[in-house]
């Protein structure tokens, strides 16, 4: 890391500076353009479900406008004759007025890889700061986000929470969802995954350290404001090659990922709640010819149904009336190649008994003004929360649960469920629930993680969240997209799962994935069998394939419904088992470079400003272009092929070449837009696709 901290001059009698990473400045501070402003908060937290309404009235708002150096502090940084020159490294404070008392510390490591800012005033819980955004420079990153990759023009706060349904105020379903008060509608920028991570198209990032709530604001040309409700901030400064060696250096920053099972590759798995039926089930769909890696039933636990639909009970061991003759039948799949998947979350429903055991042993949190658990609300039943703060508690989850009734029984993988809804108004054994909220879904990963490198089986067992939150990749191997309605809608519906695998990628997630067919029905809104094909092409070009149920099964249609639908299930299962050796090279490629399996054009492309703002279409590595088909009744769609004059990509489907640029692509439903580069060693594994979807 290079960066130099430059005092803009005498002239400016100690008022202004510059920091600067390589050539780039990235934060400049002047008397008339102050980049600090400091306030007191006063915050109202409300949460329904899951959806939480953030909102705050500060009060005694101070732009922080001038440089004020006690004496001690200039001999501490050797300016004895006041304020001049360029620093490595120093100390800084910041005042409202200039003679006032300092009310603003800014530390600079000596490297620039590091910049705090600590408050001295207790009373002042706000901190807000300005960075330089240049002219054509775009933003990315904010975590998973589901709606716009790029963060240009808009604002994103910071807080792990339900995304909503339909997300998109001002539409029918979004608004009928939070007629009832609960929002529960969501918004363009509400995310399970949220990092405050900017990575900025000149080759630097900005990652703000703390956990509390944090707004991206890049509302106002020419700078990103980051609004912190704290009184010190730490951020991590990282400066690159290009933004495909910042994606890396995110990537290390946070961790060294566990790795993605060989066996996720070996075609789709297939997800049945339907009791003892689902093995039945399963096996008509083997015997139609598709190529299954696993059997995902969530259900494994015993249902409880609900107004929203078919929940689960949330006592995390084997329901033997739901699922009869369970353990033998796990090990009569596994003798075949065909791994058994589960379900499990962070908390307890309150009629269950492992919520009785752990409220015997002190592991739940507890309400503000008693020692009794506090029970959240997740719609018609309440549940404990068990306290990860508490290294013991956290210790019997893995253990006890993860451990025991899961990985010993027999399971190979689950989804590890929600991680969003810590509440702000609980007692926790350690920590204020505000700072802890965003950061309990890296907690429940590191639970799972934990539980998993206890049996040996890293590597081997495979686990998914929607949760996360700055750290989370250290923990988690694979990523899935959340709740996304079961339909083409611009903000909730198939195409936002593209937009979350390439977001979250670029912060150092290395696989994402989607349930095949959505989840969320409500209110009339029921999958077609357009959706359904649709998202079969998609799944087959993702690291994992998986179909879900959704949360009405009985009134959707599932992939053995019909015919026709078995048979597109049956296909595109079996190329996404012939893409096999290719998601494990993108899965070892990931481990040396950082770079995820589903890329924006640009980490490939840098040059190439077409493809900043290209969200609807991904690299799979760097010599596969998948452009899957998301509106609906669309049999052809705009495809952007990058390179130069001598790149040519082929067409997967009729062995067409085309050049670089803008092309009309005809696809119909069965035949989704990809393209490959021939003059690569991975080409004839990609020519082979056709044959293998055509295979009868």
């Known amino acids: 890391m290079t960066g130099r901290f430059v005092v803009a001059g005498p002239e400016d009698k100690g008022g202004g500076f510059d920091l600067l990473l390589g050539d780039r400045v990235i934060l400049r501070h002047r008397v008339e353009a102050p980049a600090f402003r400091i306030a007191k908060g006063n915050p109202s937290v409300t949460m329904v479900r899951g959806n939480f309404r953030m909102e705050d009235a500060p009060s005694d708002e101070r732009a922080l406008r001038y440089m004020v150096l006690p004496q001690a502090a200039m001999t501490r940084i050797g300016w004895a004759d006041g304020i001049a020159g360029n620093l490595d490294k120093g100390f ?37 700061v300005d960075w330089v955004v240049e002219p054509n420079t775009m933003v990315w990153g904010g975590g998973e986000q589901m709606s716009h990759l790029a963060l240009n023009g808009r604002n994103f706060p910071m807080w792990t929470s339900e995304p909503g349904v339909g997300r998109e105020p001002g539409t029918a379903l979004t608004d009928v969802m939070s007629a009832d008060g609960s929002f529960a509608g969501g918004d363009f920028w509400t995310t399970n995954y949220p990092q405050p991570t900017m990575i900025f198209s000149g080759g630097h990032a900005v990652q703000i350290e703390n956990s509390c709530y944090t707004e991206l604001d890049l509302t106002s040309a020419g700078r990103a404001t980051t609004r ?113 998947l589960g379900y499990v979350n962070p908390y307890l429903a309150v009629d269950g008994p492992q919520y009785a055991e752990a409220e015997q042993l002190g592991y739940l949190a507890l309400k503000q003004d008693s020692d009794e658990p506090f029970a959240v609300d997740f719609g018609e039943f309440g549940a404990g929360v068990v306290d990860f703060t508490n290294p013991a508690a956290a210790a019997w989850f893995a253990e006890e649960i993860i451990g025991k009734q899961m990985i010993d029984f027999g399971l190979d993988g689950w989804m590890a469920d929600f991680g969003e809804y810590l509440p702000v108004d609980l007692r926790l054994h350690d920590g204020d629930p505000m700072e802890m909220h965003n950061r309990w879904p890296v907690l429940w990963a590191e639970v799972n993680h934990r539980a998993v490198a206890s049996r040996g089986k890293t590597g081997e067992v495979v686990w998914f969240m929607r949760a996360g939150f700055t750290g989370v990749q250290a923990y988690c191997p694979l990523l899935w997209a959340g709740d996304q309605s079961v339909d083409f809608s611009r903000h909730d519906g198939i195409g936002t799962v593209i937009t979350a695998a390439l977001s979250s990628g670029l912060v150092g997630n290395a ?7 959505g989840y969320t029905s409500l209110h009339g809104n029921i999958r077609t069998e357009e959706l359904m094909m649709r998202w079969y092409e998609l799944g087959a070009f993702s690291p994992v394939m998986r179909t879900h149920e959704g949360n009405r099964p009985d009134d959707n249609l599932q992939i053995d419904s019909t015919p026709d639908l078995l048979a ?49 279409q991904y690299l799979y590595g760097a010599e596969l272009m998948v452009a899957p088909v998301i509106e609906e009744g669309a049999v052809s769609r705009r495809v952007y092929l990058p390179g130069d004059s001598a790149t040519v990509w082929r067409h997967v489907w009729s062995g067409e070449d085309r050049g670089p640029g803008w092309h009309v692509v005809v696809a119909p439903i069965g035949e989704p837009p990809v393209f490959y580069r021939p003059d690569t060693a991975t080409a004839p594994l990609f020519a082979s696709l056709k044959q293998v979807r055509d295979r009868q």
Not at 573 to 580: D, F, I, K, Q
Not at 608 to 616: A, S, V
Request: hydrophobic residues 45%; glycine residues 10%.
């Open 92 to 128: 800084v404070f910041l005042s409202d007025s200039p003679d006032g008392p300092p009310l603003l510390d800014l530390f600079f490591t000596l490297d620039m890889s590091l910049f705090n800012a600590n408050g001295r005033d207790p009373s002042f819980d706000r901190i807000s």
């Open 228 to 340: 912190l409700w704290t009184g010190s901030a730490d951020f991590a400064l990282f400066v690159g090659r290009d933004v495909a060696d910042l994606v890396g250096q995110l990537a290390r920053d946070a961790g060294q990922r566990p790795a993605l099972p060989d066996w996720t590759a070996g075609g789709a798995i297939v997800g049945l709640k339907d009791g003892g039926n689902s093995f039945e089930r399963l096996e008509k769909i083997i015997a139609a010819g598709a190529a299954v890696a696993g059997l995902w039933c969530e259900d494994w636990v015993g249902i409880r149904q609900t107004s929203f639909g078919r929940r689960l009970f949330w006592d995390w061991q084997w329901n033997a009336a739901r699922y009869p003759n369970l353990p033998e039948r796990i090990a009569e799949l596994k003798a075949r190649g065909i791994r058994f």
């Open 511 to 517: 696989f994402s994935h989607s349930d095949v067919g």
């Open 568 to 616: 597109g299930f049956v296909r595109w299962s079996r190329v996404h088992e012939a893409l096999a050796p290719w998601i494990r090279h993108l899965r070892d490629e990931a481990t040396t470079t950082g770079l995820p399996a589903q890329r924006a054009l640009f980490l490939h492309y840098p040059d190439d400003r077409e493809t900043f703002i290209i969200q609807d």
